[in-house]
Nanobody
Framework: VQLQASGGGLVQAGGSLSLSCAASGFYLDYYAIGWFRQAPGKEREGVSCISSSGGSTYYADSVKGRFTVSRDNAKNTVYLQMNSLKPEDTAVYYC?????????????????????WGQGTLVTVSS
């Protein structure tokens, strides 16, 4: 069972990156996916989450309107499109899977309850 986040890199402020989170060993169809990030010296924060069907998404205020989460269950992959990047978006980005339940909601932007975590991909935004 593994989650693999990829797509990070170095980009100038105002640029875009697309992150992917691919699962192996299990099917993402039954899981909500969260994207989290941790900048040096800061606590991990929730960025976005998406329900198992993709029909419901939530975003942190800091990324709302700039980031878009989506998923393709046929490819067992979740995506995070990041536009209008800012230097403060610099962080290691992680994806995580949490078993989908009727309690899915905005509080799933918190890290509690996630069953599986990817290894993280570094996003660096230069000014």
């Amino acid at each position: 069972v593994q989650l693999q986040a990829s797509g990070g890199g170095l980009v100038q402020a105002g640029g875009s990156l697309s992150l992917s989170c691919a699962a192996s060993g299990f099917y993402l169809d039954y899981y909500a996916i969260g994207w989290f990030r941790q900048a040096p010296g800061k606590e991990r924060e929730g960025v976005s989450c998406i329900s198992s069907s993709g029909g419901s998404t939530y975003y942190a205020d800091s990324v709302k309107g700039r980031f878009t989460v989506s998923r393709d269950n046929a490819k067992n992959t979740v995506y995070l499109q990041m536009n209008s990047l800012k230097p403060e978006d610099t962080a290691v980005y992680y994806c995580a899977a949490r078993t989908m339940t009727a309690r899915y909601g905005s509080d799933w932007l918190g890290a509690h309850g996630y069953n599986y975590w990817g290894q993280g991909t570094l996003v660096t935004v230069s000014s």
